[in-house]
Each structure stands twice: as C-alpha cells, then as structure tokens.
C-alpha cells in the first residue's frame, strides 16, 4: 500500500523559506508525478507544482518564481522550497501522487495519494 | 488558467438522499475532470477520474457524468460518512485547478 509522510517546519518568519519534504513508502517514481497542494484555512486547494520521475517539473505560474520541487531517488523522497513567504503562504501543504491513465487518444491524469498534511505559519 | 465553479458552495441533505453536485470549467475540458472528497482534518481523496471513472474502492453510490463545461457529481442514497466537502479539479492542462468546494452538511 502506497503511502506518503510528509514532515517540515510548521512557523516561518516572513521572508523565509519554507521546506517541506514527502517519503513515498510503498512505490516507486517512475511513471508517476509527484505534487504539492496546499489549502488556506478555511478555503479551497491550490495546485502549486509537480516533478516526475525524470526530474522535470511543471510549476503554478502564479507562485514559479518562488517555487522548486525536488527528487532525491536514494532517499525516496520528494521536496518543496517555497522562498519570500508571507502571511499569504500560510495553509495546510499536502503531497501527492500524480497517475496516468492512457487510453487510445486520451491521456487522463488525478491525484490518488495524499500525505497527511503538513501546516505551515508564516507570522512575524 | 482554467477557472472551476462549483454550484451549490454548501447543500443540506439527509441521509438516503440523491445529492447533485454542479461543476462548470471555463473552457471546454471534456473529460478531464476528476472529483475529490474531503473531511475535516483530513486530506482530499479521490472518487471519480476522467468525469465518470469511479475510483478503485470508492462505493458505487457515487457517480459522475458531464461533458465540455459541465460536469455533476452524484450521490445515490447518502450515507452518514458521506457528509464532507467535494472538489472538481480539471486535468485539461496544467496549472491543474480546483473548484471552490461544495460543502455537504446535515
């Protein structure tokens, strides 16, 4: 059974940089993808970004700047590293597990595996 | 990027009822569209895929359709663990997007 802990530091001053990191227990990375999502208090999900297996990443254009996704395969863990944060970056992150399904002509993609969930305070 | 809204944003409903959940994307994105259920405290889990795909382990009391802009989600006979938040989330073309939620309560 697939599963993902994630873990990182819950109180961020503004400016900091926010480090979260998600061990994939149970799968492997390859032919999946591997997302960050995080959730205000009280309000909907946000898709922040996502790496493969191959290292390469697709980015929310509204956060790219600040944004990098990373793989280390020998640990077996995926990271996120989110720069400059504000009040505004505080949520709840959660990381997932991206899979694709093909089917002549079509090409179908959702999130099926959740991490717990991991929140993150930016407060001076 | 590909705006989702979803209609009600929260519905009373008893246990046994049919619930209707309405999601509309901005741009056609037949049939990527993926439901998700959320509790409190918990993190979003996956129901259907591809509009009408249900889910390995998902009970088969829920059930979507729709095609181009408009999807529904649908519960037949509610049951008590079904009383949570649901999410549409196109998977058209990234940045993946979520609607707002519709919260389902008693």
């Known amino acids: 059974q697939v599963q993902l802990q994630q873990w990182g530091a819950g109180l961020l001053k503004p400016s900091e940089t926010l480090s979260l990191t998600c061990a994939v227990n149970g799968a492997s990375f390859s032919g999946y993808y591997w997302s960050w999502i995080r959730q205000p208090p009280g309000k909907g999900l946000e898709w922040i970004g996502e790496i493969n297996h191959r290292g390469t990443t697709n980015y929310n254009p509204s956060l790219k700047s600040r944004v990098t996704i990373s793989l280390d395969t020998s640990k077996n863990h995926f990271s996120l590293h989110l720069t400059s944060v504000t009040a505004a970056d505080t949520a709840l992150y959660y990381c997932?597990?991206?899979?694709?399904?093909?089917?002549?002509?079509?090409?179908?993609?959702?999130?099926?595996?959740w991490g717990q969930g991991t929140g993150v305070i930016v407060s001076s | 990027d590909i705006q989702m809204t979803q209609s009600p944003s929260s519905l009373s409903a008893s246990v046994g009822d049919r619930v209707t959940i309405t999601c509309r994307a901005s741009q056609s994105i037949s049939p990527y569209l993926n439901w998700y259920q959320q509790k409190p405290g918990k993190a979003p889990n996956l129901l259907i895929y591809?509009?009408?795909n249900l889910q390995s382990g998902v009970p088969s009391r829920f059930s979507g359709s729709g095609s181009g802009t408009d999807f529904t989600l649908t519960i037949s006979g509610l049951q008590p663990e079904d009383f949570a938040t649901y999410y549409c989330q196109q998977s058209y073309t990234t940045p993946w997007t979520f609607g707002q939620g519709t919260e389902v309560e008693t």
């Open positions: 591809a509009a009408s």
């Open positions: 997932a597990r991206g899979f694709i399904v093909t089917t002549p002509g079509y090409y179908y993609y959702a999130m099926d595996v």
